[in-house]
C-alpha cells in the first residue's frame, strides 16, 4: 500500500480563502515533500520538510511536520484561482536509496 | 531551455504493439525516474537510474524495459502493450545532495486501442 495519504481528496474553496491539506504516512522518512500538479503537465517540488523539523514557510505555503502522528500539513494562504491544482505529499522513507512514495493527491479548487 | 523533456507527448497504439518514450533531463542530474500515473493520479515509481545503473526495480512487468544509454538519457521501452498500459508515464530526475527533490517532465499520455 502506498505511503502517503492526503486528506481531503478535494476541497473547494473560494479566491482569498486559506486552503489546509493534510498528508499522513506510515514508516520513518528522511523528508517529507509537497508538490503541485497542474491538469495536464507533470508535477513542480513545492518545499521540504526535514524529519528532525516542524514547520517550514516559503512565501504563502506552510507546511508542518509531526512525526510522532506520521502526519503533516499544507497551507496555502491567501489563496488564488491560479493554485487551482492536485496537490501530493512525497515521503522520503529511511533506507528506501532515492525513492519518493507519492500519496494520491488533493484536488484543490479555488473558485474566483 | 526545457530541463526534463520527454517525447512524445501523447502516443496512441493498438493492444500487442511495442513502443518507446524518451526522457531527456539538461539539468546535469545523476538520477532519473521513470514513473505511472493511472487515470485516478495515482503516481508510482516503475525505475530508477543513477549514472548509467538501475537502483530501483519496483514491481513492474518485464514488457517495461528501461534503458539509460547515458546519465543525461533514460528511455522507457515497452513491448506488447495492453489495455492497462494506458496511463501518463513521467520521466523525473534529482541531483545527489539534493534530499531526493524530483524535476518532473511534462509527462506523455499513451493510449492503449
Known amino acids: 500500500s502506498q505511503q502517503g495519504e492526503e486528506d481531503p481528496q478535494a476541497l473547494s474553496i473560494q479566491e482569498g480563502e486559506n486552503a489546509t491539506m493534510n498528508c499522513s504516512y506510515k514508516t520513518s522518512i528522511n523528508n517529507l515533500q509537497w508538490y503541485r500538479q497542474n491538469s495536464g503537465r507533470g508535477l513542480v517540488h513545492l518545499i521540504l520538510?526535514?524529519?528532525?523539523?516542524r514547520e517550514k514557510h516559503s512565501g504563502r505555503l506552510r507546511v508542518t511536520l509531526d512525526t510522532s502522528k506520521k502526519s503533516s500539513s499544507l497551507l496555502i494562504t491567501a489563496s488564488r484561482a491560479a493554485d487551482t491544482a492536485s496537490y501530493f505529499c512525497a515521503t522520503d522513507v529511511r533506507g528506501s536509496n532515492y525513492k519518493l512514495t507519492f500519496g494520491k493527491g488533493t484536488l484543490l479548487t479555488v473558485n474566483p | 531551455d526545457t530541463a526534463v523533456s520527454q517525447t512524445p507527448k501523447y502516443l496512441v497504439t493498438q493492444m500487442g504493439n511495442d513502443k518507446s518514450i524518451k526522457c531527456e533531463q539538461n539539468l546535469g542530474h545523476d538520477t532519473m525516474y521513470w514513473y505511472k500515473q493511472d487515470s485516478k493520479k495515482f503516481l508510482k515509481i516503475m525505475f530508477s537510474?543513477?549514472?548509467?545503473?538501475?537502483?530501483i526495480n519496483e514491481t513492474v512487468p518485464n514488457r517495461f524495459s528501461p534503458k539509460s544509454p547515458d546519465k543525461a538519457h533514460l528511455n522507457l521501452h515497452i513491448n506488447s502493450l495492453e489495455l492497462g498500459d494506458s496511463a501518463v508515464y513521467f520521466c523525473?530526475?534529482?541531483?545527489?545532495?539534493?534530499?531526493?527533490?524530483?524535476?518532473f517532465g511534462p509527462g506523455t499520455r499513451l493510449t492503449v486501442l
Open positions: 537510474y543513477n549514472n548509467k545503473e538501475l537502483i
Open positions: 523525473a530526475s534529482t541531483p545527489t545532495g539534493a534530499l531526493n527533490t524530483q524535476y
Open positions: 520538510i526535514r524529519s528532525n523539523e
